[in-house]
């Protein structure tokens, strides 16, 4: 079975710093990962997904992930947020060889970009 | 259009009372999933189903049923809601090789 962890319930950063949020996951197949941001009293969108390949990934508004095989990772990154990155963010996993298909998504972490 | 439509986006209800959560999608996908959403908790499966003959359960299936009317559409029903069933539910559906996700707008459910 696949799990996903994020760590961090809430993240508080000022505009224009940096930010990673974490994503672990555990699976003993291999995975699809994924990025999904949820903006106030809105739906899922994805931000960005790891397949195969390389291992940065670049996904929309400026976000890219990495994908760490040996540290079971994916952790978000961007080099200087915005106000309107304030929004909720999911990482979810899926094992497309484990026969179900199924994404499992953690718990979220909430991004706060203050002034 | 939209790619998954799910209607009502909003409702009030009050205990006890039958509940029909409606979704459609025109992404021509088998594959269509129920998710509920809590603060702090993710999003947790329902129940999905890869064809129209296919219905499973998922991790928090207790007092929800399921109903794959066509390809296009896949109903959540609350028989008897209850307070805890608060919540903001998003269809989904996937491609085969789930590779590609599409989510719906949710339907933000509220049981006095």
């Known amino acids: 079975a696949q799990s996903v962890t994020q760590l961090d319930s809430q993240v508080p950063v000022f505009e224009e710093a940096p930010v990673e949020l974490r994503c672990n996951y555990s699976?003993?197949?291999?995975?699809?990962l994924f990025w999904y941001v949820q903006y106030p009293n809105q739906g899922l969108q994805l931000l960005l997904k790891?397949?195969?390949?390389?291992?940065l990934v670049k996904g929309i508004n400026g976000f890219e992930a990495e994908f760490n095989k040996s540290q079971t990772s994916f952790h978000l990154r961007k080099p200087s947020v915005h106000i309107s990155d304030t929004a909720e963010y999911f990482c979810?996993?899926?094992?497309?060889?484990?026969?179900?298909?199924?994404?499992?998504f953690g718990t979220g972490t909430r991004l706060k970009v203050l002034a | 259009d939209a790619d998954v439509t799910q209607t009502p986006r909003n409702r009030i209800t009050k205990t006890g009372k039958r509940i029909m959560l409606e979704c459609s999608q025109t992404?021509?996908?088998?594959?269509m999933y129920w998710y509920r959403q809590d603060p702090g908790l993710g999003l947790q499966l329902i129940y999905y189903?890869?064809?129209?003959?296919?219905?499973n359960k998922g991790e928090i299936s207790d007092g929800y049923s399921v109903s794959r009317q066509a390809q296009a559409k896949f109903s959540l029903s609350l028989e008897s809601a209850i307070p805890n069933q608060t919540a903001l539910y998003f269809c989904?559906?996937?491609?085969?090789?789930?590779?590609?996700?599409?989510f719906g707008p949710g339907t933000r459910l509220t049981v006095l």
């Open positions: 989904a559906t996937s491609d085969l090789a789930g590779l590609a996700w599409f």
């Open positions: 699976s003993s197949v291999s995975v699809y």
């Open positions: 790891y397949l195969s390949g390389s291992t």
């Open positions: 979810a996993v899926s094992a497309p060889n484990s026969g179900t298909y199924k994404y499992i």
């Open positions: 992404k021509g996908h088998d594959r």
């Open positions: 189903s890869f064809d129209v003959k296919d219905i």
